[in-house]
């Protein structure tokens, strides 16, 4: 073999292991979508959506659920090995998430028909039954040695949904549907607590993020609701169009209180939902630019590799 073509198959050697290490680090990349940081990141997490809402109350449960230090560390105030509020260990066998590091495992939560001693509350259950059982959170924890005992730290929280059965995808996890939950929005999350229906606290909390309830929706919630009272809100305040007067008789009621209440008449006005809608469309707008330059990108580097190949092999 002449001292060129050594070369060339050389040249060509090497072009081939740089291809196969750029794939290898595209499909090792995570398949989950941006990272909710706010509530107002709830409200449009793509196409004009807002989180779906047996997600919503399972989220609500789990950050008022567990304890979050000053430092931000987020510890388990429970098993996830003893099937504690429907909890299991997750393979991640469609590679859904990042790989686990050494010394982590991966838990999925909120799986009604697999409860331990610990059951998630009845509001929760309610949502999961009419929806078919689909909402989980996913936690990565680590575990570490403090003392005499062993403490279960979470470094990273997803929300996620399993597929419709209708399209009979399994017991897989849609990853359209899957977000990292940042603890910034797991403590606004917390500000919305269980068991409270002060009027001055759903009062603070329209005020601090903006909603447009107006003190007789407010007190309308807390009859309504009771002591989910913040529950209501936070529905209100991220799924506006569900939770407005016109379909208020189509939508389910949480249980009522113990003395009889007036259904809840919660209205949004016609300019309010016209601008959540244009800040929807300007959000995905910036959305699927992203995604097409990105498409673009990975586009042109396969395009110059394939081009290099060739050169390399002709020449």
């Known amino acids: 073999m002449a001292a060129g073509d050594l070369h060339r198959m050389k040249m060509f050697g090497r072009m081939m292991s740089c291809c196969v290490a750029l794939l290898l680090t595209f499909s090792s990349v995570s398949a989950v979508g941006r990272a909710l940081n706010s509530i107002t990141d709830l409200r449009s997490v793509g196409f004009g959506q807002s989180v779906p809402e047996q997600s919503l109350r399972l989220l609500h449960w789990f950050a008022n659920e567990i304890d979050i230090d000053i430092n931000g560390d987020i510890s388990l105030t429970f098993d996830p090995t003893g099937y504690d509020y429907g909890s299991h260990r997750y393979r991640n066998d469609e590679q859904l998430l990042d790989p686990l590091p050494r010394g982590y495992q991966y838990y999925s939560l909120g799986n009604i028909h697999r409860q331990g001693s610990l059951r998630l509350p009845q509001h929760v259950i309610q949502s999961e039954h009419e929806d ?15 003392g005499r005992r062993t403490s279960q730290i979470i470094d990273r929280v997803y929300i996620t949904q399993h597929y419709e059965t209708s399209e009979h995808r399994g017991t897989a996890y849609d990853p359209e549907h ?70 208020h008789n189509n939508r389910r009621q949480p249980a009522p209180r113990s003395n009889t209440q007036s259904d809840a008449v919660v209205n949004i006005t ?46």
């Open 132 to 146: 078919g059982n689909r909402a989980r959170i996913v936690i990565r924890v680590r575990e570490q040695n403090v």
């Open 178 to 247: 899957t977000y990292e939950i940042t603890t910034n929005l797991l403590r606004a999350i917390r500000k919305f607590s269980i068991n409270n229906d002060n009027i001055n606290l759903l009062m603070s909390l329209r005020d601090h993020f903006r909603s447009s309830a107006n003190d007789s929706q407010l007190l309308e919630m807390r009859n309504t609701w009771g002591q989910l009272a913040c529950v209501g809100l936070l529905l209100f305040i991220v799924i506006p169009e569900k939770y407005s007067s016109h379909e």
């Open 270 to 315: 016609e300019s309010n939902q016209n601008n959540t809608n244009l800040n929807f469309t300007s959000q995905d707008n910036n959305t699927c630019v992203c995604s097409v330059i990105c498409v673009v990108i990975i586009v042109v580097i396969l395009l110059l590799i394939v081009g290099l190949l060739y050169w390399a092999f002709k020449h």
